[in-house]
């Protein structure tokens, strides 16, 4: 296991180092448009754009450029997102203040929604599992496929205006300027969020969860099991469930692990100071040191998420075994 | 017992009496002060869908939303506005940290401002005066290339010395001259008429001293008040602290919300401009317009304060009878324009520029915009406010209805050099496939699609090419691209001068690729139009009445610039106006005294007051 944690942890910097470059290419000199002019304004004269440039470092090299921006990228105190290369081009504020500040938000909507999603996703796939072609087993699939096919901003929407607008049993979009995040939480602003972001995932888990249980309900030992005289409940959690969840295990990490990188459209909708809000206006604003980070912060929290995923499922399922 | 309740009985009768007479005008010792009728008190809650462009940098930002935010609440300038519309008063220059309008010398190049005495910063200099030398501050942080990069300090280079400072050439601004604590001088390079608005603007407002030092880039974060409001939190700012370890103020974060609350420094008795009736203004920023629509339906928030009022809520409120009082209609002294290369055939022609400006069906172009309400139809270039309404009935294409004029359009085409048979329909190959670019968001898509159909019967035919809006604002700008017909720009002006239109759109110096913005190549030089390729080596220029106007001072300006106006309609014919618009805009019920200000464009939050005083029921 050792070995293996030493390896991956070295493919997790290649991959990082391969995406920071093709990020570095996409957003920052394949553009056309140069981020000089608009910084410097539409009345500036050549010479203050070149002033801007050169205090941009524009001029340097592409190396030379892209070598500051691999520097913040090192997960070190006084490397990490150093105000010198990552300083926002658009509000100057540095990327990490704004980072930290918003990763919060963040963290809540993804950690409350995959609570809420696997409280609801779960539950309904073990229930269609054991009752296969009954009213329970195709309520759950019809919410199943509600869940995958409506898309989130429509949800949002919905959400926001029956339950806030008509019924004003929920609150609305936002944190208002004199509530902090605890309290938005215990002021309830985050309950549709949360919903809204786990329906899709909630029934994409139930489809996954029915078809692996059923499979591993049909197993060689789960007939031993019963043979043995074992309640059905005792199977099902102590046996079935175990197989079934494994695969569950491997999607939960890699969901986690997008969503920390900031569920955009989720944010947008409900309108959350997440890194997601954050990510869309630097992309809008073609705020290059602010649309790294991001990127870089997403690309992180997918493959981190990718590797505890593998260490866990060798834990979980004891035939897997690393070297 | 029945003296005790005779007793009981009077001590009943005193209470009632005591209720009846208690509280003041308002009848309720809670309510807010009262002031012209106005109840002043109450938190104002608007939105912002996006952030401010620069962190509330004075010198950096560029944008009409911060400097509303300046205006009303923040930042007090020399000169400055009533907050108000044109029609009342709005366009006037008026003394604000000045004690009176500026004294100018006979050559125009010597301003004088006299400074008000005793007016303080808000916390953390509440105990420090605001003086002349903190101007000169301000502007000196302007001139600094770093420090100003993304602003409008081109605005100040008419001050002697500025550029020299800010090259650093020089230890100071020449023409700059702290004359004592409440006197500035100004010296000016060459005379300017508009400089007294210029001193209106932001950059210039002053700075005290300390408070900018270290922070070249994010000084908007550690923004020293001297308006009726301040950011909260202010006065936990430390300044003694080197730059690096001060914490930016707590009632501005980026991206997030905005929240300013009353300077303790300021009051009513040192500011004749702003009443300044609410107690509180928070901003959140984000979100969408639908969302935000039905905030204020619902009265969560009392306004969207940028963006567009969705049209279906505009419907709404006009056509209910309960909330028509909560939707308001204002110029918002912004123009939509197609923009016509004068160097390009058949545009070198002013018989086929004049022939497009009467077929163009300009109702049509504003319905597809959403109606009426987005702005009264355009008939000349410079908003009106700039003229101070000089020219509100001007329109030398006038067609019924606004809605195009074919024939009239056919009669002029036909005295044209490309109508070689006279029959008001080009027959030269040059109106065929005419270079046009045009934006490519909605609802530019549509707009282009009639501009074709009414171009039609003339014989010229558009070869529309779309762009994302910045780039299709590059190609447009930029004379190589051979562009003859630009049909999605749009501006607005800077402050309330005409110079803020004359010499950025038809001025000499404002053409190429790395000016701007004179699309349509007036005063274009021979060697100019040979350098870009083109065949053309003459085309009209305005740049003598620019140069007039520029230094006219006074109410002549507005006449100057009317008349810079016609002479370009009449006579040079480089767009086709289409619309003034308008900024539309609902609020909630409680808001109260709703004005417009005519310099920003945007509501004046410090006239806007709250119903009870923003008492909730």
Redesign the interface.
């Known amino acids: 296991m050792g070995r293996y944690m030493i390896r991956r942890t070295l493919f997790l910097i290649l991959v990082l180092f391969v995406i920071s470059v093709l990020t570095f290419l996409i957003f920052v000199k394949l553009p056309?448009?140069d981020p000089a002019r608009?910084?410097?304004?539409?009345?500036?004269?050549?010479q203050?754009?070149e002033?801007?440039r050169e205090?941009l470092g524009l001029n340097d090299s592409v190396f030379v450029q892209y070598g500051r921006l691999a520097k913040g990228l090192i997960p070190l105190p006084g490397y990490f997102l150093t105000e010198e290369a990552y300083?926002s081009f658009?509000?100057?504020?540095p990327v990490k203040e704004?980072i930290y500040?918003r990763l919060p938000v963040t963290i809540t909507l993804a950690l409350g929604g995959a609570i809420v999603w696997l409280l609801i996703g779960i539950p309904v796939g073990i229930v269609s599992a054991i009752r296969p072609r009954s009213a329970v087993d195709r309520a759950g699939m019809f919410f199943a496929l509600f869940g995958v096919s409506a898309p989130v901003f429509w949800l949002g929407?919905v959400f926001?205006?029956i339950f806030?607008?008509r019924l004003g049993i929920a609150p609305?979009?936002?944190?208002?300027?004199?509530e902090n995040l605890m309290e938005g939480i215990l002021r309830g602003r985050f309950l549709m969020p949360w919903i809204v972001i786990s329906l899709s995932f909630a029934a994409f888990y139930a489809r996954m969860v029915r078809g692996n249980l059923i499979e591993t309900m049909s197993e060689d030992y789960i007939r031993t099991a019963r043979a043995k005289g074992l309640s059905e409940r005792r199977v099902i959690v102590r046996h079935g469930l175990r197989s079934a969840l494994t695969p569950v295990v491997t999607m939960f990490g890699m969901d986690m692990g997008i969503l920390l990188g900031g569920a955009i459209i989720t944010e947008?909708?409900f309108?959350l100071?997440g890194i997601g809000?954050?990510a869309i206006?630097s992309l809008v604003t073609n705020d290059i040191p602010a649309v790294m980070g991001v990127t870089m912060l997403a690309a992180f929290f997918i493959v981190v998420g990718n590797l505890v995923v593998d260490v866990v499922y060798a834990f979980l399922d004891p035939r897997v075994r690393y070297t | 017992m029945r003296k005790h309740l005779k007793l009981i009985a009077l001590a009943g009768v005193i209470a009632l009496a005591a209720a009846a007479c208690g509280g003041g005008e308002t009848g309720d010792t809670d309510d807010g002060d009262q002031a012209d009728g106005v109840q002043k008190g109450g938190t104002l809650r608007l939105n912002l869908l996006s952030d401010v462009i620069s962190a509330f940098d004075p010198q950096k930002e560029y944008y009409s939303v911060t400097w509303e935010f300046y205006r009303c609440c923040l930042l007090r300038t020399l000169m400055s506005y009533n907050g108000m519309s044109t029609e009342e008063g709005g366009t006037e220059l008026r003394p604000d940290l000045a004690t009176a309008l500026p004294e100018v010398s006979d050559d125009g190049l010597t301003w004088t401002f006299s400074i008000r005495e005793g007016v303080m910063y808000a916390p953390p200099f509440e105990d420090t005066e605001i003086v002349a030398q903190d101007f000169v501050r301000a502007l000196e942080r302007t001139a600094d290339p770093d420090a100003g990069a993304g602003g409008y300090g081109f605005y100040y280079s008419v001050i002697d010395g500025l550029d020299d400072f800010g090259a650093g050439e020089a230890d100071s601004i020449s023409g700059l001259n702290a004359v004592d604590d409440h006197t500035l001088e100004v010296t000016l390079n060459r005379p300017a008429g508009d400089f007294g608005f210029r001193m209106a603007m932001h950059a210039t407002a002053p700075i005290p001293d300390g408070a900018a030092d270290g922070h070249v880039q994010d000084y908007g974060r550690f923004l020293v008040a001297s308006g009726p409001y301040m950011f909260e939190g202010s006065e936990n700012m430390d300044f003694s602290a080197p730059p690096g370890d001060q914490e930016p103020v707590s009632g501005y974060v980026p991206g997030q919300s905005i929240t300013m609350v009353r300077n303790p420094s300021w009051s009513n008795d040192i500011d004749d401009l702003r009443p300044a009736n609410v107690d509180r203004i928070e901003i959140t920023i984000g979100g969408t317009e639908d969302d935000n629509a039905l905030k204020v339906d619902s009265g969560e928030l009392d306004m969207q304060f940028d963006g567009v009022a969705p049209p279906d809520q505009v419907q709404k409120y006009q056509t209910d009878p309960q909330l028509e009082d909560q939707l308001f209609v204002n110029p918002s002294d912004a123009i939509r324009y197609l923009t016509i290369n004068l160097a390009m055939p058949p545009f070198d022609d002013i018989h086929v520029r004049k022939a497009i400006n009467l077929a163009l069906d300009k109702d049509s172009m504003r319905r597809i915009r959403g109606g009426p309400t987005q702005g009264e139809l355009a008939g000349h270039i410079m908003v009106n406010s700039l003229q101070n309404n000089l020219l509100a009935d001007y329109d030398p294409y006038e067609t019924p209805n606004g809605q195009g004029d074919i024939e009239a359009a056919q009669a002029e085409m036909a005295q044209s050099v490309y109508d070689t048979d006279g029959d008001g329909v080009c027959d030269d190959p040059v109106c065929q496939n005419i270079p046009t670019n045009t934006d490519e968001a909605d609802p530019y898509p549509d707009q282009a699609a009639l501009i074709q159909q009414n171009f039609e019967p003339l014989g010229l035919t558009l070869d529309i090419r779309q762009f994302e809006r910045g780039t299709m604002y590059d190609r447009v700008n930029d004379p190589n691209t051979q562009t003859a017909l630009g049909l999605a720009p749009g501006w607005g002006k800077d402050y309330l001068n005409g110079s803020t239109f004359g010499e950025p759109l038809f001025g000499s110096v404002s053409i190429g690729p790395d000016a701007c913005c004179n699309y349509s190549l007036v005063g274009a030089s021979a060697e100019q139009l040979a350098d870009f390729g083109y065949d053309a080596t003459e085309v009209p220029s305005v740049d003598d009445k620019i140069a007039e106007c520029d230094e006219t001072t006074g109410d002549a300006q507005f006449q100057c610039w009317a008349e810079l106006d016609q002479e370009l309609m009449e006579n040079v014919v480089p767009w086709v106006p289409y619309l003034f618009d308008n900024y539309v805009r609902t609020v909630s019920e409680r808001v109260e005294n709703y004005t417009f200000d005519q310099f920003a464009g945007l509501p004046a939050l410090d006239h806007i007051a709250l119903a009870g005083g923003g008492a909730e029921g």
């Open positions: 056309p448009g608009r910084f410097a304004g539409r009345r500036a004269t050549v203050q754009i002033n801007v205090q300083y658009v509000n100057f504020v704004e500040r929407f926001l205006y806030w607008f609305g979009s936002g944190l208002s300027p004199d947008t909708v309108n100071p809000q954050y206006r």
